[in-house]
């Protein structure tokens, strides 16, 4: 690469480490080979002044990059389990027919190369596959020909351009029977537009917060009763007490990297209305003193960060973001920080971890984010869909906001519905909906009239629910009484043709692939649990292997340092509860499984799995 | 000084504030093991081995855990151990740790522990990574990362210590693995062979190349010495084999070096033992350098230094002199030139 071009993408975000993921990104695609070779990394290391194991290490945890030449546009494949279960084999098998490759090569022109992913938080259109940044779901044979064939004209860009199929507004499923609280203005306001959110009284409970003292609006979201809404429902009003006081500088941080195999509700709303996330931001920055705000967004969401880039300029140009907001002597303003590839920067920790330009490791806690986070100062991390709870908590008070669900668990919860579903989508339900109405009314029962297997609510990470689970309230608490848990809200529903053995591979494959590495319960355990997977779909495994599975999996939960490594055990307790017989028949050498075939012959096939 | 109080099996303890329970523990001389935990670099908490049961209720890692008045603290119980075990076996199973072949063996930390809990050779049948193997690339230090744990020692000792950054971990997950610089060979790298990464690992993945094939670390001896490099005064353990040969040198931690030492201190003791080395004073006469006594020599100096004085006066003379000395040698020298020869004609290599 040019050295003035690594001159200037340098000048334009700044040398401090923390800018690196802008930059390798922008440098990346500039390349025209998605490439980030040796000699630009060495000079941007000596640039920026920060050691080349340290920049080497960086590009080596972010998977999003490589050092290798690839191709004009590299088409990544979603293997995560909604695409999975709605033929993501299909997909490669199809992209192989069209473009002769396979996982880890590239086209002899030099303008495709083909790589498998996880989760791009598009599930309800799945199978789904991203290009360089445009993502396009509900793929066919014949849509990915066409899809690929348009590409040969065009330039890379870090300007996505989507299928229409992915749109916020398209993957909310259309059923007035819903609570629509955080969605019910999407698809009237122009998420392009602040006029248009300001004409439907935005802004209006960050003026009201601005009048009110910062100990008051903490008082409204304890009241309210909301809790954190990324997984691990912590109570919101009472984390931002925990932020250290005094005069040093505070953040807000938003955990924008919806990285959970079926959930693409944060994705939806900061799509669609992002001026409600910059008004939560700015509501919590008073409340807690933060004059700053970082949205960390997964490098995959294109759209959620242009989209919140124009809008956080809105807010600057009207006022609303800057110095003196709205005349009060309040400072607030938001900058956006991107992912690179990792499920693990989810985790509160590694996400500071990598908005400062590291390696997304997570931390040791104590000290927690509150007291020692965003360069080591006191950090308030929050979800999106929490943030976005603020407003309407502020405006409509709290009384008004525990008016819908369960005590301890109240409000409004969004559900990701994916998998064998007539109707997928995003719903607002009030907190606690059963798996009964979720799939019967709004998921419109199985298709082709097939029968109910499970379903994997809270994500890779969550728990297999039965049928004798159906009429469980998936709130906070009611799950974990049973094992299982509602973490993030994804509702994937398998129908009677999914095999339990292949399910489990593709999650344990998963957590191998993202497991940080930094523990050694976690890094050998996730590498050890996806081994033993895939000697029963390869009917390899002895009966004793599920003992092994369970045995390797206690030691993960019960040792490992972050949530990562302590989750594998759920989806494996509990697919085991409902299904050790099918595990067993897979000892079989004879048993037939074509599923499992098709996983082991895709998957694993070609470099650089 | 805060201090707190706990208890750790069942014996009352004192520790200081702002310590964590490791510290506490094994300032009381009670011994948690631990792998990714120095004392000489910041916290990690990666290893897990460390972990203990807090107020009869959760385990936590106690390299990382602060103390607190009052706390309860057991270090060992049977889910502890089986934990213990656990993680020790998938050490052994990531990588390939074949002692009869390490040059660690005898004082690996990850040997030890897997003998303390008695841990039983990994079957196999699990999927390892081939690492790198950098035996000869770098004339200092030997790399064989299929004995590493990632511990990340190594990392922090470079960065933290040496301030050089040279490691740094790469890849991810199962792939994880060490990288010097930019993917570089470990001698074409920056590293300035401080050696400190070596000090602090707790296998066989770095070594020296001085020791190799020269002794097995129960032979070794070792003494204490001062570094005769420079003026700081540097404490070495040096270790010599069962030949007498000098064959390491370490770090001692209670010399003002912190158990650090620079790439002089570390290898530079080859001259020792070297049949080179000038071990009796020598005079030239008719052109060329004979034998003799000191009496004799110096004796000689005294004579010459006297004329030249009387002659040509006391600063026609200049004396030169070494970093390799003691202050206090130094100091004797300008003191000799400046009330005996009478001069301020005096200076040091170290200024050079």
Redesign the interface.
């Known amino acids: 690469m040019k050295q003035e071009t690594i001159n200037k993408t340098i000048e334009k975000f700044g040398n401090s480490s923390e800018h690196l993921m802008l930059i390798l990104r922008d440098l990346e695609v500039g390349s025209g080979k998605n490439v980030l070779d040796?000699q630009t990394?060495?000079s941007v290391?000596e640039l920026m002044n920060i050691?080349?194991?340290?920049?080497?290490?960086f590009?080596?945890?972010y998977?999003m990059f490589k050092?290798e030449p690839r191709a004009k546009f590299v088409i990544r494949v979603c293997k995560s389990g909604p695409c999975h279960v709605m033929g993501a084999t299909t997909v490669f098998d199809a992209v192989q027919k069209h473009l002769g490759i396979g996982i880890g090569e590239a086209t002899k022109d030099g303008m495709f190369y083909l790589e498998k992913c996880e989760c791009l938080g598009v599930c309800s259109v799945a199978p789904a596959m991203m290009i360089n940044y445009d993502i396009h779901g509900n793929l066919t044979p014949k849509k990915i020909a066409s899809i690929l064939n348009s590409y040969r004209k065009k330039r890379p860009s870090l300007l996505e351009s989507c299928g229409d199929e992915v749109a916020g507004k398209a993957c909310i499923i259309d059923e007035p029977r819903q609570t629509k609280r955080l969605i019910a203005d999407i698809g009237k306001i122009d998420p392009l537009k602040i006029e248009s959110y300001l004409a439907t009284g935005g802004y209006e409970s960050l003026k009201k917060s601005l009048a009110t003292e910062p100990g008051k609006i903490i008082d409204a979201v304890k009241d309210s009763g909301l809790r954190g809404r990324g997984g691990a429902g912590f109570p919101a009003g009472m984390k931002w007490t925990f932020v250290g006081k005094g005069p040093v500088q505070k953040y807000v941080i938003c955990n924008a990297d919806e990285g959970e195999p079926g959930t693409f509700k944060d994705r939806i709303l900061m799509e669609e209305n992002p001026h409600l996330l910059i008004e939560g931001m700015a509501i919590c920055g008073r409340a807690i003193g933060a004059t700053l705000g970082y949205i960390y967004i997964r490098g995959e969401y294109r759209r959620s960060i242009e989209r919140l880039q124009k809008a956080i300029s809105q807010a600057r140009d009207k006022g609303i973001l800057g110095k003196n907001i709205f005349g009060s002597g309040f400072d607030f303003d938001i900058y956006i920080k991107e992912g690179g590839g990792?499920y693990v920067c989810g985790e509160e920790t590694s996400l500071i971890n990598s908005m400062e330009g590291k390696?997304g490791y997570p931390r040791?806690k104590?000290p927690f984010p509150g007291g020692a986070g965003f360069n080591n100062l006191p950090s308030n991390v929050n979800n999106v869909e929490t943030l976005m709870s603020v407003p309407m908590i502020i405006e409509k008070g709290a009384d008004w906001y525990k008016s819908v669900g369960p005590l301890n668990c109240s409000g409004t919860k969004l559900y990701c519905l994916s998998g064998q579903l007539n109707r997928t989508g995003l719903v607002e339900l009030p907190m606690g909906a059963t798996l009964k109405e979720i799939i019967n009314v709004y998921g419109k029962g199985m298709p082709k009239g097939r029968k109910f297997k499970f379903a994997q609510v809270g994500g890779s990470a969550g728990g297999i629910l039965g049928k004798d689970l159906m009429d469980l309230p998936l709130d906070i608490d009611q799950p974990m009484k049973k094992g299982v848990t509602l973490g993030s809200g994804v509702v994937l529903v398998c129908d009677e043709s999914t095999c339990a053995v292949d399910f489990l591979l593709q999650i344990l494959s998963f957590f191998?692939?993202?497991?940080?590495?930094?523990?050694?319960?976690c890094?050998?355990?996730?590498?050890?649990l996806h081994?033993i997977s895939k000697k029963f779909a390869s009917r390899t495994a002895v009966p004793g292997d599920i003992d092994l599975l369970l045995?390797?999996a206690t030691?993960m939960k019960?040792?490992?340092?972050c949530a990562l490594g302590q989750s594998p055990i759920m989806p494996i307790t509990t697919m085991l509860k409902y299904f050790r017989k099918e595990f067993l028949a897979h000892c079989d050498p004879n048993h037939k499984c074509p599923q499992c075939d098709r996983s082991l012959a895709r998957y694993y096939a070609g470099r650089g799995h | 000084m805060d201090a707190i109080q706990m208890t750790i099996d069942g014996k009352q303890v004192t520790g200081k504030k702002g310590q964590t329970i490791l510290e506490v523990a094994l300032d009381n001389n009670i011994d948690i093991p631990y792998l990714c935990y120095h004392p000489r670099i910041s916290k990690t908490g990666a290893c897990r081995i460390c972990m203990v049961r807090v107020n009869e209720a959760a385990l936590k890692t106690s390299c990382t855990e602060p103390a607190s008045n009052g706390m309860i603290i057991d270090t060992d119980d049977d889910e502890i151990r089986e934990l213990r075990r656990s993680i020790l076996g998938m050490l052994l199973a990531e990588g390939d740790h074949n002692c009869l072949y390490c040059e660690s063996n005898g004082e690996c930390e990850l040997q030890r522990l897997c003998n303390r809990y008695e841990v039983p050779m990994p079957a196999g049948d699990m999927p390892t990574r081939q690492r790198a193997v950098d035996t000869v690339s770098s004339k200092g230090l030997r790399r064989n990362e299929n004995r590493c744990i990632l511990c990340g020692r190594c990392v922090k000792a470079c960065g933290e210590i040496q301030m050089n950054s040279v490691w740094n971990f790469t890849g991810r997950g199962s792939s994880t693995a060490l990288t010097s610089d930019m993917f570089a060979q470990l001698g074409d790298s920056s590293c300035v062979m401080c050696g400190a990464c070596v000090q602090c690992c707790p296998t066989g993945a770095l070594s020296f190349q001085t020791v190799l094939g020269r002794g097995q670390a129960w032979e070794l001896k070792k003494e204490t010495s001062v570094c005769i490099y420079c003026g700081v005064g540097c404490q070495i353990d040096f270790y010599t084999n069962k030949e007498g040969k000098l064959v390491k040198a370490l770090g001692n931690a209670d010399g003002p070096n912190e158990g650090h030492l620079c790439v002089k201190g570390r290898f530079g003791f080859d001259f020792v033992q070297s049949g080179k080395r000038l071990t009796k004073p020598l005079i030239k006469k008719n052109g060329a350098f004979e034998e003799a006594s000191w009496d004799e020599a110096l004796d000689l100096v005294a004579s010459r230094l006297s004329d030249i004085k009387s002659k040509s006066g006391p600063d026609s003379i200049m004396a030169f002199s070494s970093a390799k000395c003691t202050n206090e040698e130094n100091y004797l020298m300008q003191k000799f030139m400046r009330a005996v020869i009478g001069t301020n004609n005096v200076d040091h290599c170290a200024r050079l």
């Open positions: 040796v990394l060495r290391a050691p080349e194991s340290a920049v080497a290490g590009v080596g945890f998977t050092t990792a390696r040791f104590p191998e692939h993202e497991s940080c590495g930094q523990c050694v319960p890094r050998v355990g996730t590498a050890h081994h045995e390797k030691v019960k040792a490992s340092l």
